[in-house]
């Protein structure tokens, strides 16, 4: 059956992935988004499929694009460069952009997905993380204004959701990357793609020693729609639980572009997570899904759109 579904944030990296995965189950999609953070180009190759339809608008003002089946609520900063240059936008989006997502859905009586984070986790003391989990998060720190927005968007949808009956979905998202990401945006995915392929110093923050998991896109996507299919209204983590040191996220890169650049290490920023990675289990045994496509794989399958990102800033 296909609906017409509302997707904040649908401009940006993962939310034009989504709704290019919507479109093809045949679903009419409203994609709402300010772009401060996402780009029009993600989008351009919709510009002509009348199932498509683009409003652009700061989801913090109260809105309404009429009646929608599904609410899927992803606007929101993401990178730390970029959360830390729209703190309180970041803040503000997770807060009041949430109360306004929630309002759309309890309107129209449908069901809603929110994309919260391992951010959540903080700088975990249990490894690999549980869903179950509660962290270990600096309320005050340099990430607190994403990870505490995300937390505090997490307990907005558990109070629609148990006292206004809202049909709630909440996906923890361990680190995601493919085509579509910004090149600037600092994280390390880009970063060490544009570094290698620009023959420049691949930047290692600290000794390089930390580790992070990385899911390919279309991977994630997959893991969201059948998250929302089901029935489950508490924190699914979706993400791939292969666990990477950056000095070995560096090797790949370097190994799949081809580049001789060297490694330069900077100093670690405050708070940055020592270890990461995802107990998919509940994903595993409740939707069937675990991730295909390898760390090599998914960064081969990406490096045609870094080469075209990089070629357009030269
Ligand atoms: P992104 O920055 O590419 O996309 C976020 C989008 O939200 C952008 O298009 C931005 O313009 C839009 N937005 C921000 N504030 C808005 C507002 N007030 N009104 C309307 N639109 C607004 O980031 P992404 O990587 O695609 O992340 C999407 C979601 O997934 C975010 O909620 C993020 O927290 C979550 N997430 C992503 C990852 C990841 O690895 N990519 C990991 C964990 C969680
Ligand atoms: N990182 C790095 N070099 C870079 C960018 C990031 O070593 O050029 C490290 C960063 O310190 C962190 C890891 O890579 O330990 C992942 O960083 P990212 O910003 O991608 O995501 P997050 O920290 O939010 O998981």
Redesign the pocket.
């Known amino acids: 059956m296909s609906v017409r579904v509302l997707v904040?944030?649908g401009?940006?990296?993962?939310?034009s992935h989504l709704c290019d995965a919507l479109l093809a189950e045949s679903h009419s999609v409203v994609c709402?988004?300010?772009?401060?953070?996402?780009r029009s180009s993600n989008i351009e190759h919709l510009r002509n499929e009348t199932r498509f339809e683009f409003q652009q608008?700061?989801?913090?003002q109260p809105f309404d694009f009429g009646a929608v089946e599904y609410v899927f609520h992803?606007?929101?900063?993401?990178s730390p460069v970029?959360y830390t240059n729209y703190s309180i936008?970041t803040l503000k989006?997770g807060s009041l952009?949430t109360f306004n997502a929630l309002e759309v859905a309890k309107k129209y009586r449908v069901r809603f997905f929110f994309?919260s984070?391992?951010e959540c986790y903080g700088d975990p003391l249990e490894h690999p993380q549980k869903a179950t989990y509660w962290g270990n998060v600096n309320p005050i720190g340099l990430r607190s204004m994403y990870d505490e927005s995300?937390r505090f968007s997490e307990a907005t949808v558990m109070a629609y959701h148990r006292t206004h009956k809202v049909d709630t979905r909440i996906v923890r998202?361990?680190?995601?990357y493919g085509p579509r990401m910004?090149l600037n945006d600092g994280r390390v995915v880009p970063n060490f793609m544009k570094q290698a392929l620009r023959g420049d110093d691949l930047t290692i923050y600290g000794d390089g020693r930390q580790t992070r998991s990385f899911c390919y896109v279309a991977d994630e996507i997959e893991g969201f729609l059948r998250l929302a299919k089901s029935d489950e209204h508490l924190p699914v983590n979706i993400g791939n639980p292969n666990e990477f040191t950056m000095l070995e996220c560096a090797e790949i890169v370097l190994r799949v572009t081809g580049s001789k650049s060297r490694l330069r290490f900077e100093p670690l920023p405050p708070d940055d997570p020592k270890q990461r990675r995802p107990d998919i289990t509940k994903a595993h045994t409740l939707l069937g899904w675990e991730p295909k496509v390898s760390l090599e794989e998914g960064l081969k399958l990406s490096l045609d759109y870094f080469r075209s990102a990089v070629e357009a800033t030269a």
């Open positions: 904040t944030g401009a940006g990296f993962l939310g709402v988004d300010n772009l401060l953070t996402g608008a700061d989801i913090t992803l606007a929101s900063p993401a970029d936008e989006v952009g994309s984070t391992s995300k998202i361990f680190n995601t910004q």
